[in-house]
Structure formats: C-alpha cells, structure tokens
C-alpha cells in the first residue's frame, strides 16, 4: 500500500512538471503582452519587461520559472504590484475548495440516493421522475441554475443572500446548489444503470433466500456493490467542479479561485496564470489518487501493490 | 413420513411483452422429510420457476393461475412478503447454480454466512460468527476460524458452492433447494459437492429438491425423480424406475442423450428439434411434434398419467391399453432388461 502510493506521488510530480511546461510555452503563444498601455513609454515598458525578466530568451526565462517554483516560489503578479501569487492563490482558495467540496458532498450522496430509489421502483413513476430530474440536471448548464436560484429564491422570496461571500454559510448554499446539479445528475444516473445490474444479480437473489427483506439487501448487498463504477466518475466530476466553478463564482460574485483565473488569463499575468494551472492539476492528480485508494477499501478484488501492472 | 413439501396443481403464467408465457402448466408432486427428490428438464422446461415458486421469489410479472404450494403444512402462496421473509433462509434456504457469482463480492465470507443466523435468530454478532466458523468446517473449508474476514475472490469455485452451502444449511432448514449446483463446476468437484449434500442431509434430515439436467449427478444423490417438460411433469418415479424402466419418449431421449462407457454410437444421441413455445402450448402431447413414437392421438388430446407402479407414472400415450406395442431405443432396452434381471418377473415392454 505505502509502496504504491510512493509510485503514485512519483507520477503525480512527473505530471506537474508536464503540465507546468506545456502551460509555460502556450501561454507565451498567447497574444498581447501584461502590459498593454498604449500610453506606456518604450522605455519604461524595457524597464518593466527587464523587471520581470521577459527581456531574457524565453528558455531562460522557463528555467528561471523552474528554479524557482521548486523552492515554493511562484513569482509576482504583474497586475497586482508586488502580490506574490503563492499569497493570491492562498487568500482566495478558501470559498472555492469550500463550494467544490460541498457541492462535491451534496451531489454525490444526493446522487447515489436519487439513483438507487430510481433502481429500487424501476420503470415507475419514481424512476421517472428521478430520470427527468437527471436529464435536466445534466443538460442545464450550472450558470442557468445558478442565475434561476438567484431570481427566485434570493431575489424575489429574499430567502438568502443574491451574491457575495459575506453572510457565511447561508452565501455558500445557493452557488453549492448550482455547483451539485451536474454531479448529483451524473451519480444519479451511474448509480441507477450498476443498482439495477447489480439488483439482478445471483448474488442478491441468494441474499434474498437468506430472508432479507427488499430494504436489507439493498442496505447490505446492492448499495456497496453499486458504488464501485460512481468513484469511478468522482475524477471528471472534480474537474467539471473545478471548471463550472468559474463561472458560478463569476454569478454570485465570489471572491474565489475561478474569478481570479479568468481575470489572469485576460491581463496575460504569466505567473498567475502558471500557479494557478499548476494548482488545478495538482488538486486533479490528488483526486484520482484518493479515487484510486477508495477503490481498494470499496472493492477488495482490487488489491493496491507497488507493481506495475 | 412427515410431509415437508406438497405442491398441487400448480400453474404459472408470465406476462411478457411477446404475451403471456404458460411457463408451469400444473405441477403436482410432494417430498418427505429427509427425501431427496432430482427434477430434471431441459432449459426452459420449468424446473427454476418451480422452485422460485417454492421459495416465495417469483419475479413481478409472474401470476399463480391455479394450484397450492404448502410447505410443511403451511400454504405458501398467499403470505404476506414479511411472513416469506421469515420462512426464506430459516425454513427453505436454496443453492444456487454459479458460485463464482453467488457470494456478495464486497462482503467477508463470516459475515454473509452468519446473515441468515442473524436475521432469524436472537443470536448475539459474536455467536454467529462463531456459528459460522463451525458452519464452514462443518462444509469443508480448511482453517475456517482463519478465513472469516477473506473475501470470495480468495476462494476457489468449488469452496465457493461449499461457503453457499454453508449459508444455505446455517440455520437447518427443513428443505434445501439446490438449483444446479454442480453444473458450473469440475466434474470432480461435482462428485465433492454431490457427496456432500448427501452428508449434509444425513446428519440434518433436510429434504433435498435438486435440480438438474445432467442425469449422471441424479444417479447418485436422488431418492425420486420427476422429469419436466414444457411446464409439465411427464414422468417421475424412484431414480431405478426413471433410470431402468422409463416410460415416457422424453425420458428416453434424456437417458440416450447420456453418455456411457458401454456406448457403440460414433455420436451422442441428442433429441432432435426445440421444446415448445411456451407463449402458445400445443393442444396434445407438447412432446409430440419431436417424438419419434408419437401416434395420432399425441397431437389432439393431452395424455394423463398411466401409473405403472405405486410410486411411477408417466404421460405418455404409449401406456394406454390399446396403445400399440412400441420397440425402444437399443439403450432403453439395454437398461430395461438390467431391470428385468433386477425384478425377476417383471415385464418389460
């Protein structure tokens, strides 16, 4: 176990070090330089380029990046003077990690719940409207929930807070609503296709001639056994967190990562830009790590070993 | 004799999208206590629905037509679903054919087998699993106390079908039904379990109903047998009956189709054509259309049973007393002179 996760965060480093170069070169591609004043004088701009060593060849200036990202130092942000971007990453992260991991949360086990109702009363009105509900949810993108939760419960019945991240909790359910809709759809649906397989297993037949009752077996036999093939879509379900949380922070105005990424990458600020892409992946790779790990504690026919398979 | 199970006149339907399916089409036949009765069938004859029957686990679509299933004395049909609860696992358990897929992947073997002890039983968490432990030695799991927390996919298939039967046996039922348990198995491994059972059943004094298409395991583990058709029982008898003086065309087919040691044939018999379809039951002998013995009669009218002793019948035409002498295959006459040397006086025809 402790040598397969030494294998693990070997490759989790390797695929920083990737995506940190790939990120380096493209986003040089990217049009336009930060400092785009037209009224900017040609030789302050050298001054400021030199500053920040964009006057060096750009292979130098991605070793530079290197060297100092492995000694924890992600650079200065050029749009906001002198901000290390470690300091703008870390002020920020709080609200986003907090409405991915209760969206993550609430979407999963709401997910797996709807999902297994709709399997248990298969081909009823249960099923279909669990069906209905998943389809929407999936189809929907999140920044329609988002905007429809805002107009309705906030806005017009005042229940809670339209935007901003001021009242505590209460300004985190209405984004982690819009933010769950996509998961929970997901799970439903992953969960309700493996329950009904698993439902018409011999498995839960023989559970059934011990004298379980329809409830017991799916306490004790079906819902485990479901789960397996959900963690499975836990990974991509992250992703898509991570990413609809953008424009979901955008709505309600949420001081959060995603605001900031989308800003960054508008005013070309390179090094927010690669400490923020460098964080996404670092944040995925743990994901699918954990992911990986539940799998062996869910299903023991898989077994973690340090051997390469 | 104790009666354990008596199932009379028993017809199912189910209803597809196709129509509805006449699967079971009036079923009688009964065991004691400590008997083991084989019911042998092709796929699709009715044997599995029969015993799902038995068991309370009829799917949804499926509807009692007519006919009892009483088991030991008590009218199973119309419990109610928490009253089967309680019978399933506790008074009939069953066996089931794939081991490999019927042990809850994700769950230890100790667990699942003290389940049924559990559920209906006061017994404490602690007792059951060492009920368990006791259970598995008992079925011939080496080192059961060590294995507890394993989980299936540590076990071999035949220790698997043993674990089932370890479940199946916990709480000492008073019918097991072992549907096909040596069929996804090594023919060695079929001999271990078949013995087993047969040990089981002698220190329980469980009732046993196997079903099976393979007639070599029949041999060794069955008191009786009842042989199913189309929905039907066309023959039964005590397995020397079935086995030496069978009567009915169908039975002959099964026992031809069985591979011997003294066989002369190049190929293996098999019955020709399919079984019917089941959507729309033919009007006589449902056998009939793959029957080489079949008479005018076998298409109009469905045959009754002709005794042939006290304790075999068959539905065959062939028995009425104005039936024309027929000549058997040359494997049932091997066998029914086997019978004849056996009986001394007895005719055969």
């Known amino acids: 176990m402790i040598k397969y996760i030494l294998r693990r965060v070997g490759f989790l480093i ?18 336009g330089t930060p400092f785009n004043n037209p009224k900017l004088p040609a030789d302050q701009l050298a001054q400021l380029k030199a500053q920040y060593g964009l006057d060096k060849p750009v292979w130098q200036q991605y070793l530079n990046y290197l060297w100092g990202a492995v000694h924890g130092d992600f650079g200065t942000s050029y749009q906001f003077t002198g901000q290390k971007v470690s300091y703008l990453i870390s002020s920020r992260l709080g609200p986003s990690l907090q409405l991915g991991a209760q969206a993550m949360v609430v979407g999963t086990l709401l997910g797996i719940l709807l999902g297994a109702l709709a399997a248990i009363r298969k081909n009823t009105w249960v099923d279909a409207v669990a069906t209905i509900f998943a389809i929407l949810g999936r189809s929907i993108p999140n920044f329609v929930f988002a905007a429809l939760l805002q107009y309705f419960v906030a806005f017009k019945w005042g229940v809670l807070p339209v935007a901003l991240w001021e009242d505590g909790f209460s300004s985190s359910v209405l984004p982690t609503i819009a933010l769950a809709m996509a998961p929970l759809a997901n799970t439903a649906r992953f969960m309700r296709t493996e329950m009904v397989d698993v439902l018409s297993s011999d498995y839960i037949e023989l559970a059934r001639s011990k004298g379980d009752s329809q409830w017991q077996v799916v306490a004790r036999h079906a819902l485990r056994n479901s789960m397996i093939p959900v963690v499975t879509i836990i990974g991509p379900m992250a992703v898509d967190l991570m990413i609809g949380s953008m424009v979901v922070e955008n709505i309600f105005a949420i001081p959060g990562i995603g605001e900031q990424f989308v800003k960054s990458i508008t005013t070309n600020d390179y090094p927010v830009i690669m400490g923020l892409t460098i964080m996404y992946c670092f944040m995925l790779t743990v994901v699918i790590l954990i992911v990986d790990i539940l799998y062996g504690f869910i299903d023991p026919r898989i077994r973690l070993s340090g051997e390469a398979n | 004799m104790e009666r354990i199970l008596e199932v009379k006149d028993l017809a199912i339907d189910f209803a597809t999208y196709a129509g509805t399916v006449h699967a079971i089409r009036h079923v009688d036949f009964h065991l004691d206590k400590g008997e083991t009765l084989a019911i042998v069938g092709e796929s699709g004859s009715g044997k599995s629905v029969t015993m799902r029957t038995v068991m309370g686990l009829l799917a949804n679509n499926a509807r009692v037509v007519s006919g009892s299933v009483k088991l030991a004395g008590e009218d199973i049909l119309h419990k109610s679903e928490k009253a089967l609860n309680q019978m399933r696992g506790n008074e009939v358990a069953m066996i089931f054919q794939d081991p490999m897929t019927s042990l809850d992947p994700t769950m230890p073997i100790g667990k699942q087998v003290a389940e049924p002890l559990l559920l209906h039983t006061k017994a ?205 295959p040359a494997e049932i006459k091997r066998r029914k002179q086997i019978w004849a040397q056996k009986e001394g006086n007895h005719d055969y025809r």
Do not use: C
């Open chain 1, 14 to 31: 390797l695929t920083l070090f990737l995506v940190a170069s790939i990120t380096f070169f493209l986003m040089k591609l990217l049009p």
């Open chain 2, 124 to 328: 404490t968490r602690a007792h059951a699993m060492k009920e368990a432990a006791r259970v598995l030695a008992l079925v011939g799991i080496p080192d059961a106390q060590a294995r507890l927390k394993d989980y299936p996919h540590q076990f071999s298939g035949g220790q698997r079908q043993r674990i089932v039967i370890a479940i199946a046996i916990i709480n000492h039922p008073k019918l097991l039904i072992a549907d096909e348990p040596t069929t996804a198995l090594d023919v060695t491994v079929q001999a271990q379990i078949v013995h087993l059972l047969k040990d089981i059943q002698a220190k329980l004094d469980t009732a046993i109903i196997f079903i099976t298409h393979d007639l070599g395991v029949v041999a060794g583990i069955a008191d009786r047998v009842a042989v199913m058709y189309a929905g039907k029982i066309i023959e039964y008898g005590t397995v020397d009956e079935i086995f030496y003086n069978p009567m009915h065309p169908y039975t002959w087919g099964l026992l031809e189709a069985m591979p011997t040691l003294s066989a002369t044939r190049k190929r293996l018999f098999a019955i020709p054509g399919t079984p019917p379809d089941l959507l729309t039951p033919p009007q006589g002998d449902a056998f009939a259309p793959r029957n080489p013995y079949a008479m005018k009669i076998d298409q109009e009218q469905e045959p009754p049973f002709f005794a042939v002793s006290k304790t075999h019948a068959a539905a065959t035409w062939l028995l009425h007393p104005d039936a024309p002498a027929v000549d058997p």
